[in-house]
């Protein structure tokens, strides 16, 4: 019986590492370096099972490297401050920091079960006073390059708790607030913004990283970059008022259109709204805006809801054809995209179509369809090809073919001051303040004669006062504490106010790779010379819901710390890998409400941590995930089982037989190549079921007995080391008990012989016309003529060609014959 004891030998070698310093990383100009980095836990309290299946993963890829003669720097960390830790204080009557703290000290002991490679000394956390204090200092230099602004924005506010809410606070389809129940409005605060916009071509620009093609697509699409013109609309015959007018600005990337604007569209938050809404219109006005103000902008734009709107009772004028058009308000156009206003063009935009077909608009066709005539009659639908067709109803330009429409409409529109070529982004400036009181306290300081000051850098940190009391209704406690409300002008030392939002937490994971570097630096945000050598990261690992928001934030903050002199390069990481989600098994999303959360503490005291490993790189693709499976992870434990009873195992050769001997030394040398390429390609799962194969090949050794000394030690030493970044515990284990030097992981990858992974035979697969109709067995260099003659002599293959020569025969060298009859 097997005397495998995870629960007693994981917490020794874990000790043993720890003592001897063995995943300390420190500079070492004579190794190449690898930055390996996985996406830092938010301290919940718990590492729950998708923890494990991001990190171990990531862990192995990181130790794979280390084999293969990089310095590899791995470090972990804590996304500590955060929404939660608030909604603890107020729902378990405790403070942030203590639930915080509490929660990492519990989580560091449940990473260090993992038996990751992680330099603990190298920790960072986001809401140590040394960790903000350079999260500040970054707020203050984006201030000082123009990169930082301050600016009214909409929050989501509930008018019950008299308290702004973060996204997740608003619930439901009717968006109420989730204390109260309160239907959630919109309102207007000066918040503080970082300029992300200045960066939207150059983040367009994925030349210099390694990053999967989905993650890019995203983020393509996020920043949403249009070609096309600025139109200036202006107002006509305002409140009967000929000589008041006021000018509209809309963006379209479809000029060669504005023939067939015949009505326009504002956001209903425009700030022209108020002011152009005729006095019969304003209850109706106001009713909708309101109605609006309560809906989320992913809602609002929506192509699968009813269009709605209300006419404001204004008209403008379009520039140029003259025409008398209508202005309306609708929620599906949003203040954050152009200019919060549009031309309609009802005959070539579905969503225009649709609208004014409701509300009984004019649709004017100004682009005419190959083949379509006026007899044909009005359009039933809008027509939006951007390549086809040719302009009508357009003055001058009647007959332009589409292709070259737009470029002489937009020369045009500037020959006659009307227009001009405009590039535009839907990416947004990164809107950073937060009403919040567990954040990073935003260093501004309100005087009443200096207006906004950043605080002096030997002020830094600002603080957050722990004495604070928490309102049931969430609302921040910094404005109500009197001593950090309350302070001097830096300049002018009189009387003034700090600013008592703090910043987004992205803001916080936005650098926090670089603080890796030197976490107790109180000169720099990270030591210039472990900066020199360790960056930028070379691997990144983490989920792919972050492609739009930290990963371009990270993006951004690189740029900008370029810009400041601090790095000399433009990407954060030059490769990045997604891993997909573990479900429940039932094949749903977990979590406690639906009863399939799975306990990663319970299944390392039932397994240990090295099959939980090793099932975690094995059940599934990384990238994709999937389902739980409790029978599952069996397999690994008897894998692992195995690989202890071979390595124990007191070989004693009974009768060499040459074919044996030379198979497992084949079989040897073949999982060599094949774990290395797929750790190579984050191919765990494969890599294991290799493992597993080469297991049964030694397996059977051990029990013939009938390789040489020298091949059954080359397969369990190699086999031990193919399986150490998976299972780091027992194969240390098995490394010392079978006399060799600690650390198995201070060890070089296995090289394999490509002579001696050569096949001796090989079978082929014979197909007929693409269906399989046998099987041959052939030496591994015979020449592709005598594959096609071995398969053409196939009695299987002859009997489905029906007498008839085969039009063409294909050979897959060492893999199939594909006859074509």
Same mark, same amino acid.
């Given at each position: 019986?097997?005397?495998? *004891?995870?629960?007693?030998?994981?917490?020794?070698?874990?000790?043993?590492?720890?003592?001897?310093?063995?995943?300390?990383?420190?500079?070492?100009?004579?190794?190449?370096?690898?930055?390996?980095?996985?996406?830092?836990?938010?301290?919940?309290?718990?590492?729950?099972?998708?923890?494990?299946?991001?990190?171990?993963?990531?862990?192995?890829?990181?130790?794979?490297?280390?084999?293969?003669?990089?310095?590899?720097?791995?470090?972990?960390?804590?996304?500590?401050?955060?929404?939660?830790?608030?909604?603890?204080?107020?729902?378990?009557?405790?403070?942030?920091?203590?639930?915080?703290?509490?929660?990492?000290?519990?989580?560091?002991?449940?990473?260090?079960?993992?038996?990751?490679?992680?330099?603990?000394?190298?920790?960072?956390?986001?809401?140590?006073?040394?960790?903000?204090?350079?999260?500040?200092?970054?707020?203050?230099?984006?201030?000082?390059?123009?990169?930082?602004?301050?600016?009214?924005?909409?929050?989501?506010?509930?008018?019950?708790?008299?308290?702004?809410?973060?996204?997740?606070?608003?619930?439901?389809?009717?968006?109420?607030?989730? @204390?109260?129940?309160?239907?959630?409005?919109?309102?207007?605060?000066?918040?503080?913004?970082?300029?992300?916009?200045?960066?939207?071509?150059?983040?367009?620009?994925?030349?210099?990283?390694?990053?999967?093609?989905?993650?890019?697509?995203?983020?393509?699409?996020?920043?949403?970059?249009?070609?096309?013109?600025?139109?200036?609309?202006?107002?006509?015959?305002?409140?009967?008022?000929?000589?008041?007018?006021?000018?509209?600005?809309?963006?379209?990337?479809?000029?060669?259109?504005?023939?067939?604007?015949?009505?326009?569209?504002?956001?209903?938050?425009?700030?022209?709204?108020?002011?152009?809404?005729?006095?019969?219109?304003?209850?109706?006005?106001?009713?909708?805006?309101?109605?609006?103000?309560?809906?989320?902008?992913?809602?609002?734009?929506?192509?699968?809801?009813?269009?709605?709107?209300?006419?404001?009772?204004?008209?403008?004028? *379009?520039?140029? *054809?003259?025409?008398?058009?209508?202005?309306?308000?609708?929620?599906?156009?949003?203040?954050?995209?152009?200019?919060?206003?549009?031309?309609?063009?009802?005959?070539?935009?579905?969503?225009?179509?649709?609208?004014?077909?409701?509300?009984?608009?004019?649709?004017?066709?100004?682009?005419?369809?190959?083949?379509?005539?006026?007899?044909?009659?009005?359009?039933?639908?809008?027509?939006?090809?951007?390549?086809?067709?040719?302009?009508?109803?357009?003055?001058?330009?009647?007959?332009?073919?589409?292709?070259?429409?737009?470029?002489?409409?937009?020369?045009?529109?500037?020959?006659?001051?009307?227009?001009?070529?405009?590039?535009?982004?839907?990416?947004?400036?990164?809107?950073?303040?937060?009403?919040?009181?567990?954040?990073?306290?935003?260093?501004?300081?309100?005087?009443?004669?200096?207006?906004?000051?950043?605080?002096?850098?030997?002020?830094?940190?600002?603080?957050?006062?722990?004495?604070?009391?928490?309102?049931?209704?969430?609302?921040?406690?910094?404005?109500?504490?009197?001593?950090?409300?309350?302070?001097?002008?830096?300049?002018?030392?009189?009387?003034?106010?700090?600013?008592?939002?703090?910043?987004?937490?992205?803001?916080?994971?936005?650098?926090?790779?670089?603080?890796?570097?030197?976490?107790?630096?109180?000169?720099?945000?990270?030591?210039?010379?472990?900066?020199?050598?360790?960056?930028?990261?070379?691997?990144?690992?983490?989920?792919?819901?972050?492609?739009?928001?930290?990963?371009?934030?990270?993006?951004?903050?690189?740029?900008?710390? @370029?810009?400041?002199?601090?790095?000399?390069?433009?990407?954060?990481?030059?490769?990045?890998?997604?891993?997909?989600?573990?479900?429940?098994?039932?094949?749903?999303?977990?979590?406690?409400?639906?009863?399939?959360?799975?306990?990663?503490?319970?299944?390392?005291?039932?397994?240990?941590?090295?099959?939980? @490993?090793?099932?975690?790189?094995?059940?599934?693709?990384?990238?994709?995930?999937?389902?739980?499976?409790?029978?599952?992870?069996?397999?690994?434990?008897?894998?692992?089982?195995?690989?202890?009873?071979?390595?124990?195992?007191?070989?004693?050769?009974?009768?060499?037989?040459?074919?044996?001997?030379?198979?497992?030394?084949?079989?040897?040398?073949?999982?060599?190549?094949?774990?290395?390429?797929?750790?190579?390609?984050?191919?765990?799962?494969?890599?294991?079921?290799?493992?597993?194969?080469?297991?049964?090949?030694?397996?059977?050794?051990?029990?013939?007995? *009938?390789?040489?000394?020298?091949?059954?030690?080359?397969?369990?030493?190699?086999?031990?080391?193919?399986?150490?970044?998976?299972?780091?515990?027992?194969?240390?284990?098995?490394?010392?008990?079978?006399?060799?030097?600690?650390?198995?992981?201070?060890?070089?990858?296995?090289?394999?012989?490509?002579?001696?992974?050569?096949?001796?035979?090989?079978?082929?697969?014979?197909?007929?016309?693409?269906?399989?109709?046998? @099987?041959?067995?052939?030496?591994?260099?015979?020449?592709?003529?005598?594959?096609?003659?071995?398969?053409?002599?196939?009695?299987?293959?002859?009997?489905?060609?029906?007498?008839?020569?085969?039009?063409?025969?294909?050979?897959?060298?060492?893999?199939?014959?594909?006859?074509?009859?």
């Amino acid at each position: 019986m097997s005397d495998y *004891n995870p629960q007693q030998l994981e917490p020794k070698w874990q000790a043993k590492w720890a003592e001897t310093g063995l995943y300390r990383q420190v500079i070492d100009h004579d190794q190449p370096k690898h930055y390996a980095l996985t996406m830092l836990p938010y301290p919940s309290g718990d590492l729950h099972i998708g923890h494990w299946y991001a990190m171990t993963p990531s862990d192995a890829r990181a130790r794979f490297m280390r084999m293969k003669g990089y310095n590899v720097l791995f470090p972990i960390g804590f996304d500590a401050f955060g929404l939660p830790a608030e909604n603890a204080a107020i729902k378990r009557n405790t403070h942030p920091q203590k639930w915080t703290y509490a929660n990492i000290e519990k989580m560091r002991g449940q990473l260090r079960s993992m038996g990751a490679m992680f330099d603990w000394e190298r920790e960072a956390i986001s809401s140590d006073p040394s960790y903000y204090r350079w999260t500040q200092w970054f707020f203050k230099k984006l201030v000082e390059m123009g990169l930082a602004y301050r600016a009214m924005a909409a929050v989501d506010f509930c008018p019950n708790c008299n308290t702004t809410l973060a996204r997740e606070q608003v619930w439901g389809d009717d968006r109420h607030c989730e @204390r109260c129940g309160t239907p959630v409005i919109k309102k207007d605060l000066e918040q503080w913004f970082f300029k992300t916009t200045d960066y939207a071509e150059e983040l367009l620009d994925f030349s210099q990283i390694n990053w999967p093609e989905r993650v890019k697509v995203m983020q393509t699409n996020w920043i949403g970059k249009s070609t096309g013109a600025d139109v200036v609309f202006k107002t006509s015959d305002f409140l009967e008022k000929s000589d008041v007018s006021y000018d509209i600005p809309i963006f379209t990337t479809r000029p060669d259109t504005l023939w067939g604007a015949t009505f326009m569209v504002m956001a209903p938050e425009h700030p022209l709204v108020d002011k152009i809404t005729t006095p019969e219109q304003v209850d109706a006005v106001l009713q909708y805006r309101e109605q609006a103000q309560r809906m989320s902008d992913i809602d609002r734009e929506s192509a699968d809801r009813e269009k709605t709107g209300v006419f404001t009772g204004a008209y403008a004028v *379009n520039p140029v *054809n003259q025409a008398r058009i209508p202005i309306w308000v609708a929620d599906y156009v949003l203040m954050g995209y152009g200019f919060g206003a549009i031309m309609a063009v009802p005959a070539h935009d579905e969503r225009d179509f649709e609208f004014a077909t409701k509300y009984g608009l004019d649709i004017a066709e100004v682009i005419r369809r190959p083949g379509r005539t006026d007899e044909d009659g009005p359009l039933t639908e809008a027509y939006t090809s951007k390549t086809e067709g040719y302009m009508i109803n357009s003055a001058e330009f009647d007959g332009t073919p589409i292709n070259e429409a737009i470029e002489k409409v937009t020369a045009w529109l500037e020959e006659q001051g009307v227009g001009k070529a405009a590039v535009n982004y839907r990416l947004r400036d990164w809107l950073i303040s937060r009403q919040r009181y567990w954040g990073a306290p935003i260093p501004i300081i309100y005087c009443p004669d200096h207006g906004a000051v950043t605080a002096p850098d030997e002020a830094l940190p600002i603080l957050l006062p722990e004495d604070v009391e928490f309102m049931p209704t969430g609302e921040s406690p910094l404005k109500l504490h009197e001593e950090f409300l309350h302070t001097t002008c830096p300049i002018c030392q009189k009387p003034s106010l700090r600013e008592t939002d703090t910043m987004d937490t992205f803001m916080c994971s936005s650098w926090y790779q670089y603080r890796y570097l030197s976490p107790q630096d109180s000169e720099h945000p990270f030591d210039p010379a472990e900066g020199d050598y360790w960056l930028p990261v070379d691997q990144y690992t983490g989920g792919i819901e972050h492609a739009t928001m930290h990963l371009i934030y990270t993006r951004f903050f690189t740029k900008a710390m @370029r810009e400041m002199g601090l790095v000399d390069f433009d990407e954060p990481m030059l490769a990045l890998h997604n891993q997909g989600m573990v479900l429940g098994e039932d094949n749903e999303k977990m979590s406690k409400s639906r009863g399939n959360v799975i306990a990663p503490d319970d299944l390392v005291q039932q397994f240990g941590a090295d099959t939980v @490993r090793a099932y975690l790189m094995f059940f599934t693709r990384w990238d994709q995930g999937g389902p739980w499976n409790y029978d599952g992870i069996k397999g690994p434990q008897r894998l692992l089982n195995d690989v202890w009873s071979a390595a124990t195992h007191e070989y004693a050769l009974q009768q060499v037989n040459a074919d044996a001997d030379r198979a497992l030394r084949r079989k040897t040398h073949q999982v060599i190549r094949k774990v290395g390429a797929d750790f190579e390609g984050f191919a765990f799962n494969t890599a294991v079921a290799a493992i597993m194969e080469h297991r049964n090949s030694i397996r059977e050794a051990q029990e013939k007995q *009938n390789v040489t000394l020298a091949s059954w030690n080359e397969a369990i030493d190699n086999l031990l080391l193919l399986l150490a970044p998976i299972a780091p515990h027992i194969t240390e284990e098995l490394w010392a008990r079978r006399g060799h030097e600690y650390s198995i992981h201070q060890q070089a990858w296995p090289q394999w012989d490509a002579d001696m992974a050569k096949e001796d035979v090989i079978t082929l697969v014979v197909q007929v016309n693409g269906k399989v109709r046998d @099987r041959i067995e052939a030496a591994a260099d015979t020449p592709d003529e005598a594959l096609k003659a071995l398969a053409l002599a196939s009695e299987n293959v002859q009997r489905h060609l029906d007498g008839r020569e085969p039009r063409k025969v294909i050979v897959v060298k060492g893999k199939l014959v594909n006859v074509v009859k």
